[in-house]
């Protein structure tokens, strides 16, 4: 069973940063693609952005030039520095991964962490 743990939410004011940290564990060989998504209230879930494990990008133009993705492949890790917040980046962010291959099996199907909230404050 693969499991999400994330970290690095909180409180910060409009054009601070923050750097948000999810590891991957379950006794994982690799993962395709690591990604962060994000719901507001009252609003549906989004992509923010997405990295492959080749090191292949995107980003929600919301948060291009802003936003960065990297991940850790020997650590099962991925990473969203996040700067020049705006208010409007306040919600619940969600880290996934797709396509996890174990010493046993292939997983198809993506795997969420349970969110950790980002709230900016104007």
């Known amino acids: 069973q693969v499991q999400l743990v994330e970290s690095g939410g909180g409180l910060v004011q409009a054009g601070g940063s923050l750097r948000l940290s999810c590891t991957a564990s379950?006794?994982?060989?690799?993962?395709?693609?690591m990604g962060w998504y994000r719901q507001a209230p009252g609003k549906q879930r989004e992509l923010v952005a997405t990295?492959?494990?080749?090191?292949?990008?995107n980003y929600a133009d919301s948060v291009k030039g802003r936003f960065t993705i990297s991940r850790d492949n020997v650590q099962k890790s991925v990473y969203l520095q996040m700067d020049s917040l705006k208010p409007e980046d306040t919600a619940v962010y969600y880290c996934?991964?797709?396509?996890?291959?174990?010493?046993?099996?292939?997983?198809?199907?993506?795997?969420w962490g349970k969110g950790t909230l980002v709230t900016v404050s104007s």
């Open positions: 996934n991964v797709d396509g996890v291959a174990t010493m046993t099996r292939f997983y198809g199907m993506p795997y």
């Open positions: 379950g006794s994982i060989l690799t993962i395709n693609t």
């Open positions: 990295i492959t494990g080749g090191g292949s990008t």
